[in-house]
């Protein structure tokens, strides 16, 4: 697991949440994910195949698997390591008995990732 630490802050969007630039999103080959970390908060972002981007919780709620590390699918995500499936765009579970949390990811004029988290 890789994880990449953010240097540049964003804009705060509202009193509660903050949009944070996660750097150049060809750092993610399409398929894959990494881990970013601000404030010691893991964000694990992903794309697909098709270029979408999403961001979610580092760890799997059921037993801490690593979802950068999962298999991505459309927008299915699949836990590497008991297989659950979330769907990434809602973070509702698809197979498995919990769901995990998503965060508004998007591309900047400057093909950067931001994602928009609670204000630490
Ligand atoms: S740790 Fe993710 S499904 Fe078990």
């Not at 953010?6 to 994910?33: H, N, S, W, Y």
């Not at 995500?77 to 297989?83: A, G, R, S, V």
């Not at 949390?101 to 609670?118: K, S």
Request: aromatic fraction near 4%; charge should be negative.
């Amino acid at each position: 697991m890789t994880t990449i630490e953010v240097v540049q802050a964003g804009t705060e969007t509202d009193a509660m949440k903050v949009e944070v630039i996660l750097g150049p999103v060809d750092m993610i080959p399409r398929g894959e994910g990494r881990n970013f970390e601000h404030r010691g908060m893991l964000i694990a972002v992903l794309r697909s195949r098709s270029g979408g981007l999403f961001a979610v919780q580092a760890t799997c709620p059921h037993r801490g698997g690593p979802l950068a590390d999962g298999l991505v699918g459309g927008t299915i995500l699949i836990c590497p390591l008991h297989n659950w499936k979330f769907d990434l765009t809602t973070g509702a579970v698809l197979y498995g008995d919990c769901s995990i949390t998503t965060y508004p990811a998007r591309l900047d004029d400057n093909g950067h990732i931001r994602v928009t988290i609670d204000s630490p």
